[in-house]
């Protein structure tokens, strides 16, 4: 399978594509990658050096991948942190164009905007193209909860919450959705969820808590989600496949106290996860 994968790109650490190009290929996935932003860190460091990649950069690089004549042969298009709102355009367009070469390929929006703590963290203009043209343009979406609030406009706190959340996603645009976790009056303090819908169904997957967060655990679950979709096509399979991939690897990197995932050290739990979880049916969607 071959993904075009419009991420940011740091050159310490595992986030955007930093994150999501190597676990795609440890899948046997070709990954072209474009980089939306060069930075030597993530800004969570408390200071970052290098730049935005400039719009037109971007489109240059996509208009050469297409006119090598390869988007027939591109399965998906994977979009994540776009740094610039001008970029938005630019994906959307370079979607479009894969799509007419291909009418199959997939478009999985990681609809990078925010977290719960510090809210929205990208320019402005970005929430609102995440939220009025690239989900409905994408086949499917991954966000985070406080992504999946913005989304929809609806508070997630319940099971039933999350529910109505991911049908109002359905509605506007895409078919798969991938909540890459969650916490709900539901969840037990030890434990946190990662939820999936497809067509009229949702389903949980519940892991336990490792105590931290984890910077680049949804760039890698998306991308691990979206390779897994292309192989299996079932929702449920991706679901369990990807959240043990990821647990792997966060187990391990809480293991050696890191602050960035190790991934490289921990590559093994994306073919061969250590643990599997139960996947249960959350029921149809409103």
Partial sequence: MNILSIQSQVSYGHVGNSA???????????VWPVNTVAFSNHPGHGGLSGRVIDSTEIEAL???????????????VISGYLGATETGPIV???????????????????????????????????????????????????????????????????????????????????????????????TPPDAIDIAASGGCEAWLLRTPRLGRDFNGAGDAMAALFLVNMLRSGSVPEALAAAAASVFGILERTAAG??????????????VAPSRRFPVESLGALA
């Fill in 257 to 270: 106290a890191s602050r960035e995932l190790l991934l490289i050290e921990a590559q093994d739990e994306i």
């Fill in 62 to 76: 996509i208009d050469g991948i297409a006119k090598l004549g390869v988007l027939s042969r591109c399965d998906a």
């Fill in 92 to 186: 959307l367009k370079a979607v479009a164009k894969a799509r007419e070469a291909n009418p199959r390929l997939l478009y999985c929006c990681d609809p990078v905007i925010g977290d719960v703590g510090p809210g929205l963290y990208v320019r402005k203009g970005l929430p609102e193209f995440m939220r009025d043209e690239a989900m409905p343009a994408a086949d499917m979406v991954t966000p985070n909860q406080f992504e999946l609030e913005y989304l929809s406009g609806q508070r997630v706190s319940t099971q039933g919450e999350l529910k109505s959340a991911l049908a109002y996603l359905r509605e506007r645009g895409p078919r798969v959705a991938l909540v890459t976790s969650v916490i709900t009056a539901e």
């Fill in 20 to 30: 999501a190009v190597f676990a795609m290929q440890r899948l046997g996935a070709e």
